[in-house]
């Protein structure tokens, strides 16, 4: 049997709207699955009733071939026999237990000298060596961080459920926490699912993604399929896509569209459309907008399209830079690139994008 996770369910509340899970999931093959969507739409609901803290009103849950939760057969198995690591987002220590006492919760049928060379080479594995006699309070929020991903793995589980992982650290400790964590998911080769709202976290974590809006799944599939193909607006919303425009088909040729935004007429591949459909919505990604002083004749990008820049902000090691190109269009670059083009409010440029990196939705 395959270590994937299956999971069709429903939780309901008396005071909002139900959870309704409609066939979550996993790969077979260890790796990281990222629950993704806005604040509110049923990710954590979703990792408890996964977890066994909760439990659904209808449904069934199974992991390895084996039932967690099935209401019609009316079984149900708690949290403490489903073999799964847990991380909530307050991390959950024992604020009166050392490090080392809350990484060997849970090792108590393990012999002593194994349990503590067990704790001793995941603490050094996650680089908190020599900080085992410290109390919770006496460590900053990424060592906190830490010690709960490692009393989370020490047992080896089966399943490692993460939620908002790196949510209550600073904007500097969760930007240099985050390759750590992957590379940390990637040594211990368990099966992930981590819940997040970040869009950046979900790049830089992910292997997979499932996408949540309004207690429901509307796409899951490999990470980067899904931020570049997303099948409806409301998922291209909610990945944050950049440039969103109301688009017409005005002729299909040889697997490619010609679509009009505000007049400006651009080249798009033709995936699974509807072969009469001509209102469409097209979605460019900012980091697939590359920027020319002047008309670059050696670029291989179908569309270039003049454009001014608007406006330049920073977003951390990048810019995220305005254009007015007949519509508004994002571009992300590096300080370097900007600096190099010499771009500033005003600046007048060439904006390139490949026939495949726009992506066209039906119009609903």
């Not at 390759?179 to 211990?188: Q, Y």
């Not at 790049?203 to 997979?208: M, S």
């Not at 490619?256 to 072969?275: C, F, K, S, Y």
Request: overall charge neutral.
């Amino acid at each position: 049997m395959s270590a994937q996770l299956h999971a069709s369910f429903v939780k309901r509340f008396s005071e909002r709207a139900s959870i309704q899970v409609e066939n979550l999931q996993t790969p077979e093959q260890p790796c990281i699955t990222i629950l993704f969507g806005a604040s509110g739409c049923g990710k954590t609901t979703v990792l408890r009733c996964l977890a066994g803290l909760e439990k659904p009103d209808a449904g069934k849950i199974s992991f390895d071939g084996q039932i967690w939760s099935d209401s019609e057969k009316h079984i149900y198995l708690p949290a403490r026999v489903r073999d799964i690591g847990f991380v909530p987002q307050d991390y959950g220590l024992f604020p009166h237990l050392t490090i080392e006492r809350n990484v060997a919760y849970g090792l108590d049928k393990m012999p002593t000298s194994q349990r503590r060379q067990r704790v001793a080479e995941t603490l050094e594995w996650i680089g908190l060596t020599g900080l085992a006699a410290r109390l919770p309070r006496e460590l900053s929020g990424g060592q906190q961080q830490r010690v709960a991903l490692a009393r989370a793995v020490v047992r080896r589980p089966r399943l490692l459920l993460l939620d908002e992982p790196l949510s209550a650290l600073d904007a500097p400790t969760r930007q240099s926490l985050r390759g750590e964590l992957r590379g940390w998911l990637r040594h211990f080769a368990i099966p992930t699912l981590l819940v997040t709202h970040d869009r950046q976290e979900a790049v830089a974590l992910g292997d997979d993604l499932v996408v949540m809006h309004n207690g429901r799944i509307v796409q899951q599939g490999p990470l980067q399929e899904v931020f570049s193909r997303p099948c409806h607006l409301a998922v291209a919303s909610i990945l944050a896509v950049e440039t969103i425009q109301p688009a017409q088909i005005i002729e299909r040729a040889e697997g490619l569209a010609t679509i009009t935004i505000h007049g400006m007429h651009l080249l798009a591949m033709i995936e699974d459309l509807p072969i009469n459909t001509r209102e469409v919505v097209a979605c460019i990604r900012a980091e697939d907008v590359m920027l020319s002083a002047g008309f670059d004749t050696h670029a291989s990008a179908r569309n270039r399209l003049p454009g001014v820049v608007r406006s330049l902000t920073p977003d951390g090691p990048l810019v995220r830079v305005e254009l007015d190109c007949g519509f508004p269009l994002l571009a992300l670059l590096t300080k370097q690139a900007c600096q190099e083009l010499s771009l500033a409010p005003g600046s007048t440029v060439h904006a390139m994008i490949k026939a495949q990196k726009i992506h066209l939705i039906p119009h609903a």
